[in-house]
C-alpha cells in the first residue's frame, strides 16, 4: 500500500499498527483475527485478545478500547461457546486496562476470533520496526515453537495439559516487554507472529544497511517442541516462511532443517524482538527485574546488506 501524505497520519501500512493524531493526542490501532489455538473457549479468546494487543505494545502503545470480530456458524457451536470466548477476551482486556466496546459477527464455516485495538500513544516515543543500527543488541522476549505446539494439539499428538507451557506465553502480554523497550530508548521493536522468528526479524531489516547474526544457542525454544517436529506437526506455514526467506538468511551448516524450522514456526501472541544498545542492556535488566520481564540476548546487530546471519 502506499504512504498516506496527510500530516495526521504519523505512521501508515506497514508498521505493527497505524498511528493517527487526534487534535494533539495520538492514537494507534490495529487488528488480528486468528482461528482456535486452544480447545477451551475461555482460553482461546484470552489468547486471541493478547495477540491482538501485541501490535499495540510493539509500537510502545497502550490499549484502550477494542471491537470483537467473529467469524462463525451458528449451527455448529452452542451460544456458551461464544461467550466464553468473548469473555476470556474482554478479562483480557482488562487485566490490559482496555474495554471491549463493541463488535460485529458474521456467518463463517470456520471458527475465528480477533479484536480490532485502539490505543493511546506518547507521539514522541513510538517504538518502529526500522532503525536497528550496528552494535546493538538483539532481544527476544517468548520463546519458539508455539505454532509447532498447537499444530501438535490439532493433529492429536499432543493433549492441552502438554501444551500448558506455550499456552502461558501465547496469554502473557508483551506489555512488560514494551515498557522495558520504552525505558531502555530501544532503536527498533516489532512482535513476532504469523511470519515467525526470521519474518519478523526481516521485516525490521527491510531497505536498511545492516545484518542480524544470531546466535542460534542462545534462541530459547519451549520443550517438546523437537520431539513434535519429529513427528511430523510442522505447521505449513513454518515451510513457507522459511522458502520464502531463504534467500536473504544464511544459516551455519552445523543447523539442522529443524533448527530452521523453529526460528521460522508461525507464532500466535509470540514476544517482542527488540534492538537495543549495547550500553542499555543493563537498564534493560533492571526494568525487567523489576516488572518480571523473562528475555534472552540471541544476537546482535553489525553493517551489512539486509540479512539474517544464522550461526
Ligand atoms: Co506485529
Given at each position: 500500500m502506499q504512504q498516506i501524505d496527510d500530516p495526521r497520519v504519523l505512521i501508515g501500512p506497514g508498521d505493527d499498527a497505524g498511528v493517527c493524531l487526534v487534535g494533539e493526542e495520538a492514537i494507534v490501532e490495529s487488528v488480528d483475527v486468528i482461528t482456535p489455538v486452544?480447545?477451551?473457549?475461555?482460553?482461546?479468546?484470552?489468547?486471541?485478545?493478547?495477540?491482538?494487543?501485541?501490535?499495540?505494545?510493539?509500537?510502545?502503545?497502550?490499549?484502550?478500547?477494542?471491537?470483537?470480530?467473529?467469524?462463525?456458524?451458528?449451527?455448529?457451536?452452542?451460544?456458551?461457546v461464544i461467550k466464553d470466548i468473548l469473555k476470556g477476551a474482554v478479562d483480557k482486556l482488562r487485566e490490559a486496562?482496555?474495554?471491549?466496546?463493541?463488535?460485529?459477527?458474521?456467518?463463517?464455516?470456520?471458527?475465528?476470533?480477533?479484536?480490532?485495538?485502539?490505543?493511546?500513544?506518547?507521539?514522541?516515543?513510538?517504538?518502529?520496526?526500522?532503525?536497528?543500527?550496528?552494535?546493538?543488541?538483539?532481544?527476544?522476549?517468548?520463546?519458539?515453537?508455539?505454532?509447532?505446539?498447537?499444530?501438535?494439539?490439532?493433529?492429536?499428538?499432543?493433549?492441552?495439559?502438554?501444551i500448558k507451557e506455550a499456552v502461558t506465553w501465547m496469554l502473557t502480554l508483551n506489555l512488560k516487554a514494551?515498557?522495558?523497550?520504552?525505558?531502555?530508548?530501544?532503536?527498533?521493536?516489532?512482535?513476532?507472529?504469523?511470519?515467525?522468528?526470521?519474518?519478523?526479524?526481516?521485516?525490521?531489516l527491510y531497505d536498511s544497511p545492516v545484518n542480524f547474526v544470531i546466535n542460534y544457542k542462545t534462541v530459547p525454544v519451549l520443550s517438546g517442541v523437537r520431539a513434535m517436529i519429529d513427528s511430523g506437526m510442522v505447521p505449513e506455514g513454518a515451510y513457507n516462511n522459511l522458502n520464502f526467506l531463504k534467500d536473504n538468511v544464511r544459516f551455519a551448516e552445523d543447523l539442522s532443517e529443524e533448527d530452521c524450522l523453529?526460528?521460522?514456526?508461525?507464532?500466535?501472541?509470540?514476544?517482542?524482538?527488540?534492538?537495543?544498545?549495547?550500553?542499555?542492556?543493563a537498564n534493560f535488566?533492571?526494568?525487567?527485574?523489576?516488572?518480571?520481564?523473562s528475555y534472552w540476548i540471541i544476537g546482535e546487530v553489525v553493517k551489512g546488506e539486509g540479512k539474517i546471519i544464522v550461526r
Open positions: 486452544v480447545d477451551d473457549p475461555y482460553t482461546f479468546g484470552a489468547i486471541s485478545a493478547a495477540n491482538s494487543m501485541s501490535d499495540i505494545y510493539a509500537m510502545g502503545g497502550i490499549p484502550m478500547s477494542a471491537l470483537a470480530i467473529l467469524g462463525f456458524s451458528s449451527c455448529d457451536y452452542e451460544p456458551w486496562g482496555a474495554f471491549l466496546v463493541g463488535g460485529h459477527s458474521i456467518e463463517d464455516s470456520e471458527l475465528k476470533f480477533g479484536l480490532s485495538v485502539m490505543g493511546r500513544i506518547n507521539k514522541d516515543r513510538i517504538l518502529r520496526k526500522g532503525g536497528a543500527g550496528p552494535g546493538d543488541r538483539l532481544i527476544l522476549t517468548k520463546p519458539l515453537g508455539i505454532g509447532i505446539l498447537t499444530t501438535a494439539l490439532k493433529g492429536g499428538a499432543m493433549k492441552e495439559e502438554g514494551s515498557e522495558a523497550a520504552l525505558r531502555s530508548q530501544a532503536h527498533a521493536v516489532t512482535d513476532i507472529t504469523g511470519f515467525g522468528f526470521l519474518g519478523h526479524a526481516m521485516n525490521m523453529i526460528l521460522s514456526d508461525p507464532q500466535t501472541s509470540g514476544g517482542l524482538l527488540i534492538a537495543l544498545a549495547e550500553n542499555e542492556i535488566e533492571q526494568v525487567s527485574k523489576k516488572n518480571g520481564l
